[in-house]
């Protein structure tokens, strides 16, 4: 939305007209969300290696990609707006070739890219008819551990507040109820998630 400035988008509400889409496909398809440096990766390789079918994590393969380009992380990043369109249709990519009826474990969701529009100064409203494709069967928020750089993610304790507190509000308009992981051993977590599902 031209003119708008990037503060204004911070605290951008979910149009209501827009979340009474109806969804397209009901899916067997987990996201495993949160904030930056929560552990999902980590739970997501767990899963992997007990045999469990996973998606990656758009974000990460969008910047990999393009640091295999040759840009820097630098110009990766200073064009904020691109990037947040890369990786919320890299996400989309992602999930367009996803089998639906597969118990899939995703690493972050269409829906997550929301609370990043808002924090980079787009409107997440741009996004929002894009997370109505696919209905996920459910969505595990891991509770924020302490926030560990690995390069790729932003060094930033004000994103990790902002973008947990926006997740949760964001699935929740969009109808989803959501089961929070509380901080345990790795193994614990996976466990946790696994006996739910099992339940």
């Not at 889409?21 to 992997?48: D, E, M, R, Y």
């Amino acid at each position: 939305m031209p003119g708008k400035s990037e503060s204004e988008f911070r605290n951008a509400e979910l149009d209501a007209g827009l979340l009474a889409t109806p969804f397209g496909v009901q899916t067997n398809w987990h996201v495993i969300s949160g904030a930056p440096s929560c552990g999902k990766t980590t739970l997501i390789n767990l899963l992997a290696a007990r045999g469990v079918q996973v998606a990656p994590e758009g974000a990460r393969i969008y910047l990999e990609r393009e640091l295999e380009r040759g840009r820097s992380l630098e110009e990766i990043r200073s064009n904020s707006a691109g990037t947040e369109r890369g990786i919320a249709e890299m996400q989309l990519e992602i999930e367009r070739g996803l089998p639906h009826d597969d118990r899939i474990f995703l690493d972050r969701a269409v829906p997550d890219c929301l609370a990043w529009y808002r924090y980079f100064g787009l409107d997440p409203n741009e996004l929002l008819r894009n997370c109505f494709h696919h209905r996920y069967a459910s969505i595990f928020l891991l509770e924020r551990l302490p926030l560990q750089p690995d390069g790729l993610r932003f060094r930033d304790d004000m994103l990790q507040v902002f973008s947990e507190q926006w997740h949760v509000r964001d699935y929740t308009a969009l109808g989803y109820g959501i089961t929070r992981v509380p901080v345990l051993p790795p193994e614990e977590r996976l466990a946790f998630v696994l006996r739910l599902l099992a339940g």
